[in-house]
T-cell receptor, first 115, second 112 residues
Framework: DADVTQTPRNRITKTGKRIMLECSQTKGHDRMYWYRQDPGLGLRLIYYSFDVKDINKGEISDGYSVSRQAQAKFSLSLESAIPNQTALYFC??????????????FGPGTRLTVL | QQQVKQSPQSLIVQKGGISIINCAYENTAFDYFPWYQQFPGKGPALLIAIRPDVSEKKEGRFTISFNKSAKQFSLHIMDSQPGDSATYFCAGYTSGTYKYIFGTGTRLKVLA
């Protein structure tokens, strides 16, 4: 089974709709991240969390919100979707140990299209 | 100052050739420079990484060259294979911040 899973894998929605992207991990990591990937712009950080009570904004958090329901679950919400939020979204985790502290482990991504 | 600039945006190489992707950074607090490899339909995965106390790191056909004074680093893929066709991201990272700054990505295609 995959260590970091994302649901749904693909989503088409309409402008103004509220949607939620979900991320679950079995790696036991405390650190979790949401990124979006756009052609020519690379990976940009939306939000990140170091534990259930710690949520931080990334470089492009406007229009997004997150919820850390448990150590293993981190959800990204678009309160009112707009077309320029069409992108590939990735969840990632990170550990604290010496062998994992500096590595990001990515999920398979969610392709979101906002019409 | 946070930006990591990556070039080229796309690259086509013949099988057996050398693929070279370049990155430049401005933030001197970065102390870890990883490269991530992403295949279509998959999330990025760590390929190779270097710390600024060494000038080169090699793992199989993949080599990172690092120039601290120029604030540049590059990925070299020797004997490139069609299976290397993927998108590659460089990144800068400061230990203890647990946040990466990624480059814009390079789409590599290796022709058979």
């Amino acid at each position: 089974d995959a260590d970091v899973t994302q649901t749904p894998r693909n989503r088409i929605t309409k402008t103004g709709k509220r949607i939620m992207l979900e991320c679950s991990q079995t790696k036991g990591h405390d650190r979790m991240y949401w990124y979006r990937q756009d052609p020519g712009l690379g990976l940009r950080l939306i939000y990140y969390s170091f534990d259930v009570k710690d949520i931080n904004k990334g470089e492009i958090s406007d229009g997004y919100s997150v919820s850390r329901q448990a150590q293993a679950k981190f959800s990204l919400s678009l309160e009112s979707a707009i077309p320029n939020q069409t992108a590939l979204y990735f969840c990632a985790t990170g550990g604290w140990g010496a062998s994992e502290a500096d590595e990001q482990f990515f999920g398979p991504g969610t392709r979101l299209t906002v019409l | 100052q946070q930006q990591v600039k990556q070039s080229p945006q796309s690259l086509i190489v013949q099988k057996g050739g050398i693929s070279i992707i370049n990155c430049a950074y401005e933030n001197t607090a970065f102390d870890y420079f990883p490269w991530y490899q992403q295949f279509p339909g998959k999330g990025p995965a760590l390929l190779i990484a270097i710390r600024p106390d060494v000038s080169e790191k090699k793992e199989g056909r993949f080599t990172i060259s690092f120039n601290k004074s120029a604030k540049q680093f590059s990925l070299h893929i020797m004997d490139s294979q069609p299976g290397d066709s993927a998108t590659y991201f460089c990144a800068g990272y400061t230990s203890g911040t647990y946040k990466y700054i990624f480059g814009t990505g390079t789409r590599l295609k290796v022709l058979a």
